[in-house]
T-cell receptor, first 113, second 115 residues
Framework: QQQVKQSPQSLIVQKGGISIINCAYE??????FPWYQQFPGKGPALLIA?????SEKKEGRFTISFNKSAKQFSLHIMDSQPGDSATYFC????????????FGTGTLLAVQP | EAQVTQNPRYLITVTGKKLTVTCSQN?????MSWYRQDPGLGLRQIYY???????DKGDVPEGYKVSRKEKRNFPLILESPSPNQTSLYFC??????????????FGNGTRLTVT
């Protein structure tokens, strides 16, 4: 119930292509869905987040698509660049009562020049 | 510069030798938390603290202790480390607005090896 399933585990994309990472959850009480980006040797950093009252949120080349009925959300990286090469984690949280996030297992993205 | 500072960055120890990983934040955040990152398992919460003197277990608390005597510091203590605690550890902090999720600010990690 508390799991967040993330796929794929790794992804190779050509420069300029679209990177897509998917996540699914079971607990309908989740109401906050962030994506974190982690570069080697660094801690994760918040990239973009969405709440379930909208189906899409876009910030620059990064877009979250959210499907409440399917309990799925995804990260799309448009015009992927080598500098986007990193590990991406989706997460899900509930209402801020404990600020607790359940993280997915991560996706290692490599963007080839 | 706003940051979460963990020390040490790398630590190699032997089974049973008590160790402490320090974490300090300079953002006056109420909320602090420890995570471990393992391949294929993502980030799992060990302990968290909503404010000074308030701590609670996360998803994988066994074998760990924490304390929150000051707002800025949240050390992670392994009283008797075992090889299954070999992992990459992250400390994180955030503001805490009840009803909202605030972004977590992570440190740069501590890679612990227990032999």
């Amino acid at each position: 119930q508390q799991q967040v399933k993330q796929s794929p585990q790794s992804l190779i994309v050509q420069k300029g292509g679209i990177s897509i990472i998917n996540c699914a959850y079971e607990n309908t009480a989740f109401d906050y869905f962030p994506w974190y980006q982690q570069f080697p040797g660094k801690g994760p950093a918040l990239l973009i987040a969405i709440r379930p009252d909208v189906s899409e949120k876009k910030e620059g080349r990064f877009t979250i698509s959210f499907n409440k009925s399917a309990k799925q959300f995804s990260l799309h990286i448009m015009d992927s660049q080598p500098g986007d090469s990193a590990t991406y984690f989706c997460a899900a949280g509930i209402g801020g009562a404990t600020n607790k996030l359940i993280f997915g297992t991560g996706t290692l993205l490599a963007v080839q020049p | 510069e706003a940051q979460v500072t963990q020390n040490p960055r790398y630590l190699i120890t032997v089974t049973g030798k008590k160790l402490t990983v320090t974490c300090s934040q300079n953002m006056n955040h109420e909320y602090m938390s420890w995570y471990r990152q393992d391949p294929g398992l993502g980030l799992r919460q060990i302990y968290y603290s909503m404010n000074v003197e308030v701590t609670d277990k996360g998803d994988v608390p066994e074998g760990y202790k924490v304390s929150r005597k000051e707002k800025r510091n949240f050390p992670l203590i392994l009283e008797s480390p075992s090889p299954n605690q070999t992992s990459l550890y992250f400390c994180a902090s955030s503001t805490h607005d009840r009803g909202y999720n605030s972004p977590l600010h992570f440190g740069n990690g501590t890679r612990l090896t227990v032999t």
